[in-house]
């Protein structure tokens, strides 16, 4: 009963908080402090300086504003253009035409950004008015391209992979290679997707492109070399264990400087655009990280997550109903807060509980960031929603019906990480490691 009274109190100071639209990071502060006023005997002042201070100076945090920082830079080149150059002419001959280009080049900007929106726009920008003009149905263009985006939170530098290693104290180089596969494989049933679409409903999809020479394709995709060799450069050295994924950060950030000075984009005004856009992003997280910190603390003070791993331990649940029950439970709250937010808020509570049933941390950040892919396409707050809906000019509902495939695509991603675990965890078991990564 009196845990029942603690998770009510808690659950009431934050929606409250939240209701009267104090930021994510503050109401995470002030429900912490509550209960460290009136459940602990500790003096909630010194322990909310104490543990913002320790959190702050997190040696890996140190990765999440360089990771942002090569996102920015590189979402300010021709790189959009170049990827729709480089990737048409190999994307033309599969079933269902350019659509692929949405997938094939969300994908490989999602390695060098680490955030959906960003890889929303970049990609869009480019593809949606060239997808229209050569006359593909609308649904298609824009559903494809919503789900396709979500693919920046998992395939690395994931800024959410980057939060939820530093909550749970996890190695984020790990959590980067574990969400390689996934990724792909995500991605590749995107591509299944609409393939099939293009088999059921052939009368839309419009004629193909004109043939052209394999010369001709390899001279267009020179435009890709650049970008994949970032990619390749940022993965590999901490795959193999030549850098920690603080160290390849700064080769990333090295990296989009080279590309963006041999494109011609970078100047004074995009390098200080870059620098303030990451300087924004950061301290939104780094506020959010800091709330998250401080509810931990004064959870643990108060026993209520380890009451209620020991609750769940007593129902003897199996762990993949477990997963499956909390699969539901992230879809209903992603429904009204972001994907960064939603780790944060929930770690307090949901790491004891998957430590306690024996699930592997690395595989279960894979799996929440799946999850939390599908909140950026269901409504209200379904950010990539947000971002179409200014890009195109939908309404909400009709933005929510076209990406419903792709969260179904999500859902069946989720089943396949259940039935192959080895698909997350193979690489971050065999990966090379080095201290401090």
């Not at 620098?275 to 990280?289: E, F, Q, V, Y």
């Not at 997350?424 to 401090?436: C, H, K, V």
Request: aromatic fraction near 10%; include cysteine; charged fraction near 10%.
């Amino acid at each position: 009963m009196e845990h029942l009274a603690l998770t009510a109190i808690f659950l009431f100071t934050l929606f409250l908080l939240l209701g009267t639209g104090v930021w994510v990071g503050l109401a995470l502060l002030g429900v912490a402090f509550v209960g460290m006023e009136l459940f602990t005997t500790r003096p909630g002042g010194d322990a909310m300086i104490t543990t913002i201070w320790t959190t702050a100076s997190s040696w890996s945090l140190t990765a999440l504003p360089l990771f942002i920082w090569m996102g920015e830079i590189l979402y300010r080149t021709r790189l959009s253009e170049d990827m729709f150059r480089g990737l048409s002419p190999w994307m033309a001959k599969l079933p269902g035409g350019l659509i692929h280009t949405n997938i094939a080049g969300c994908t490989v900007f999602a390695a060098v950004s680490g955030s959906s929106a960003a890889t929303l726009t970049t990609v869009g920008k480019m593809s949606i008015p060239e997808l229209r003009k050569r006359g593909y149905p609308e649904h298609m263009v824009i559903g494809t391209l919503a789900g396709s985006a979500t693919l920046g939170l998992m395939i690395p530098p994931s800024l959410t992979l980057i939060v939820y290693g530093v909550t749970i104290n996890e190695s984020i180089s790990k959590l980067f290679i574990a969400g390689i596969l996934p990724g792909l494989t995500l991605a590749l049933l995107f591509m299944t997707y609409v393939a099939v679409w293009s088999f059921v409903r052939p009368n839309e999809v419009p004629p193909p492109e004109p043939p052209i020479s394999f010369s001709q394709k390899v001279a267009e995709s020179r435009f890709l070399i650049p970008v994949l060799l970032l990619v390749a450069l940022v993965i590999g050295s901490m795959y193999l264990g030549w850098a920690t994924a603080t160290e390849a950060a700064s080769f990333g950030v090295v990296g989009s400087l080279i590309l963006a000075l041999g494109q011609g984009s970078l100047n004074r005004e995009t390098f200080i655009q870059s620098l303030l856009g990451a300087l924004r992003t950061s301290c939104m997280i780094a506020l959010i990280l800091a709330g998250a910190a401080f509810l931990s603390l004064s959870m643990g003070f108060t026993g209520l997550p380890r009451a209620l791993a020991e609750w769940i331990a007593s129902l003897g649940l199996s762990p993949t109903v477990l997963i499956l029950s909390l699969m539901l439970f992230y879809i209903v709250i992603g429904c009204f807060l972001d994907g960064i937010s939603s780790v944060v808020l929930t770690m307090a509570v949901v790491e004891p509980m998957i430590r306690t049933a024996g699930i592997d941390v690395i595989w279960f950040g894979i799996f929440i960031v799946v999850v939390v892919e599908m909140a950026q396409i269901t409504p209200p707050i379904g950010f990539n929603l947000f971002v179409l809906q200014g890009m195109t000019g939908h309404e909400m509902s009709y933005l929510s019906k076209v990406a419903l495939p792709m969260f179904a695509m999500m859902v069946v991603m989720v089943f396949i990480l259940i039935a192959f675990p080895d698909l997350a965890t193979y690489l971050p078991d065999n990966m090379r490691s080095r201290p401090g990564g």
